[in-house]
């Protein structure tokens, strides 16, 4: 049976979605997996890379005022909101060192979900973190945000070992960081990922 592949956010899309509307999720997934990767159709390339760069430069706000000036026009309202919230988050970011980060993965049956962190910090305790960013208008749902962890968590070891992940709703300055305390959920999510790949499977042979 051939191993299928998605992103951490594309599977988190899926468990979202209820009824039908899940066949158009993975029928886009199926998509999006036999077309080369379009940055155009990236809506917040720009602005993640922003981030990201401001981040190992040292220099967050002028990195982001740049890539806030050269924005598309449609686009501008939307990165505006998301420099704004991440400004805001920095502070909490302060005096912390750089860690890599690597692409861990979650597999459930003969579903792969990749994970990888955007961020990775050490504090000055000691401690480590995991952020992933979240820049999407919609407020990251709680229910969206313990999935992530918990998948997060699985793909730790690989992705950045030591590090708790965390997850970061950038609009709100609003980190995710508490764990399920449910022991049901290893097994609901390995149903799940066998839905998706039944799904994915009947798109394919359709």
Not at 71 to 90: I, K, S
């Amino acid at each position: 049976m051939t191993q299928i592949e998605i992103p951490l956010n594309g599977f988190v899309d899926y468990l979202r979605t209820k009824g039908a509307a899940r066949v158009d999720v993975a029928a886009r997934h199926l998509h999006q997996s036999t077309e080369p990767y379009s940055p155009a159709r990236d809506f917040y390339r720009r602005a993640l890379s922003a981030i990201l760069a401001g981040r190992r430069s040292g220099d967050d706000r002028a990195v982001c005022e740049h890539a806030l000036a050269e924005a598309p026009p449609a686009r501008r309202t939307h990165y505006q909101a998301v420099m704004d919230g991440w400004l805001r988050y920095l502070p909490k970011l302060a005096d912390t060192k750089h860690v890599p980060v690597h692409t861990g993965r979650w597999r459930g049956g003969n579903l792969t979900v990749r994970v990888t962190p955007h961020l990775g910090v050490r504090y000055p305790d000691g401690h480590v973190e995991a952020l992933f960013l979240y820049l999407k208008a919609e407020p990251l749902p709680s229910a969206d945000a313990r999935a992530m962890l918990w998948l997060a968590s699985a793909a730790m070891p690989e992705a950045c070992p030591e590090a708790r992940p965390v997850i970061v709703d950038v609009r709100r300055s609003r980190a995710f960081r508490d764990l399920p305390d449910t022991s049901s959920y290893p097994a609901w999510l390995m149903a799940e990922a066998g839905g998706y790949r039944h799904l994915r499977e009947q798109l394919t042979t359709a």
